[in-house]
C-alpha cells in the first residue's frame, strides 16, 4: 500500500512514475494506491491494482504500508536550494528502489479529447495554424506571470502565426476582464486532454507543467519572472 494524503495535481501525477519499477521489482505483489478521492478519475495505471480513497484505508490488511505524504517536503526542507532531485526518485527512494523509468502513464480520455477539439477550435484565432498551451498561473499566486509578460508571450506567438492559449482549471480572478484567448477546463481528465492536443505547452511551475511533461509534449517550463 502506497499512501498520499496531501499534495496537488502535480504531485498525484509525479507519484505515479514510481509504481512501473516498483512493480517490475516485486511482480508478486498487488501494488494499492490510496489517495484524495478527487484524484481518483486520473488515477488509473496499468501498474496499479487497486485505488483507494484514503480516508477509508486499513493498513492492517496489508503486509507493507509506506506513507509518502511529507517525505519530499522534508527532504526538500533539508536540502534547500541544492536540492535538484525529482520528487518521483525521492519517493522510490523511501521505497527501496532506483527508477530507471521514470513513465507516468497518462491514457488521455477519448471523450475527453472529442469535448476540448471542439472547444480548442472555437478559440483558436489560425485556423490552420499550430497550437501552445500557455499556463501562467498556479495555486501559489507566487509563481504567477505578471499581465506585461502573458502579453507579451502571446503577442509574440500571434505574431508568428501560432494559437497561444491561456489554460486554467478554474474559474479564477486572475482571468477577470483579461483580453487572452482563455480555454476553460474544470476536470483533470479534461486538462490531460488539453496538453495531449497541444503541439507544445508554455507553463510556470504547476500541475500543468508535469502534466505536459508526463505527455512527452514539447515543454518550456517558466521558474520565477522573465
Not at 23 to 39: D, G, L, Q, R
Not at 104 to 120: C, Y
Not at 134 to 148: E, G, I, R
Not at 163 to 188: E, G
Amino acid at each position: 500500500l502506497f499512501r498520499r494524503r496531501t499534495g496537488g495535481f502535480g504531485d498525484i501525477l509525479m507519484m505515479r512514475m514510481i509504481f512501473e519499477d516498483i512493480k517490475k521489482t516485486y511482480p508478486e505483489f498487488s501494488i494499492h494506491w490510496a489517495i484524495p478521492v478527487k484524484y481518483h478519475s486520473i488515477a488509473s495505471h496499468p501498474y496499479v491494482d487497486e485505488i483507494i480513497d484514503y480516508e477509508k484505508i486499513n493498513r492492517k490488511n496489508y503486509i507493507n504500508s509506506i506513507n509518502l505524504s511529507d517525505i519530499c517536503i522534508t527532504y526538500e526542507s533539508v536540502h534547500k536550494k541544492e536540492c535538484f532531485v525529482h520528487r518521483s526518485d525521492i519517493w522510490a527512494k523511501k521505497c527501496g528502489i532506483e527508477l530507471k523509468n521514470h513513465n507516468m502513464h497518462l491514457n488521455p480520455n477519448i471523450e475527453s479529447i472529442d469535448k476540448m477539439k471542439t472547444l480548442m477550435k472555437e478559440v483558436k484565432k489560425f485556423k490552420n495554424g499550430k497550437t501552445i498551451i500557455f499556463c501562467p498561473f498556479s495555486a501559489n499566486q507566487a509563481k504567477d506571470l505578471p499581465d506585461f509578460q502573458i502579453n507579451f508571450i502571446i503577442s509574440f506567438l500571434e505574431k508568428i502565426k501560432i494559437n497561444c492559449l491561456v489554460l486554467h482549471d478554474q474559474k479564477d480572478l486572475r482571468l477577470y476582464d483579461k483580453n487572452y484567448p482563455i480555454l476553460t477546463v474544470n476536470n483533470f481528465k479534461d486538462v490531460i486532454a488539453t496538453h495531449h492536443l497541444a503541439d507544445a505547452v508554455i507553463s510556470v511551475d504547476t500541475g500543468h507543467l508535469h502534466c505536459a511533461g508526463g505527455l512527452k509534449k514539447p515543454l518550456l517550463g517558466i521558474f520565477g519572472y522573465i
